[in-house]
């Protein structure tokens, strides 16, 4: 089990958030640039994923055949988040480095959550047990309509698990998101990912200057 993390860590931890399609991989690699032009030395990563394992668990989640339940699904995110936590996100923060990670613990509360139905405490019971309830410094929530989401997609090949999901689980996700914004404004942003890509990154770059000067 994560120990609690008591003190504060040298470096931070950024996590770019959103349904299917809104540009986190896009964002993830200009959020990465800005950082590194600040003089940051920087992690990039992803969840479910970022260690052996964890890519083979998300291998697993991803396969579009078969049924995973929902409580098995969040479990193996969490056993995918205990090893990402220990071999990669927590020796990075202790050493200086600034992670910047595709989705992260707000991600298992939208999908597992508002999509699958879990109920929150559940949630929180393995977050406590495994990050001991470690937040990320700042997280951007890439929020776009379902539409918007559904085109970005188009035209891509087989689709994934979740990708196969019906809109009403995708605005389920989605409104868990803006929840869990609306909870904690000051850490989880909400950028309107709808506009020209541009735009959205002027709107990253002023909440990562709130960060940058911290
Ligand atoms: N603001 C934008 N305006 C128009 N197109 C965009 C914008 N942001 C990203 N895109 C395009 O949308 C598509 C999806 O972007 P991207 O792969 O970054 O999304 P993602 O959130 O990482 O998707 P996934 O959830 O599948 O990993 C890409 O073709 C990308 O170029
Ligand atoms: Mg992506």
Known sequence: MNKPVAAPLAGRLITVEGIEGVGKSTNLAFVAAELQRA???????????????GERIRELLLHPEGEIVPMAELLLMFAARAA????????????????????????????Q??????????????????????????????????????????????????????????????ARYLELAQAEPERIRVIDAARPLPEVQATIRLALQDILVQ
């Not at 393995?126 to 470690?134: A, E, K, R, S, W």
Request: aromatic fraction near 6%; hydrophobic fraction near 35%; charge should be neutral.
């Open 113 to 174: 959550g508002g999509g699958r139905g879990i109920p929150v405490p559940a949630i929180q019971m393995l977050d406590q047990l495994v990050t001991g309830g470690l937040r990320p410094d700042l997280s951007l929530l890439l929020d776009v309509p379902l539409e918007v989401s559904a085109e970005r997609q188009a035209g891509r090949g087989d689709r994934d698990r979740f990708e196969r999901e019906a809109s009403p689980f995708f605005s389920r996700v989605r």
């Open 84 to 111: 990402h936590l220990e071999q990669v996100i927590l020796p990075a923060l202790r050493s200086g480095r600034w992670v910047v990670c595709d989705r992260f613990t707000d991600a298992s509360h939208a999908y």
């Open 39 to 53: 003089g940051h030395e920087v992690v990039l990563t992803r969840e479910p994923g970022g260690t052996p394992l």
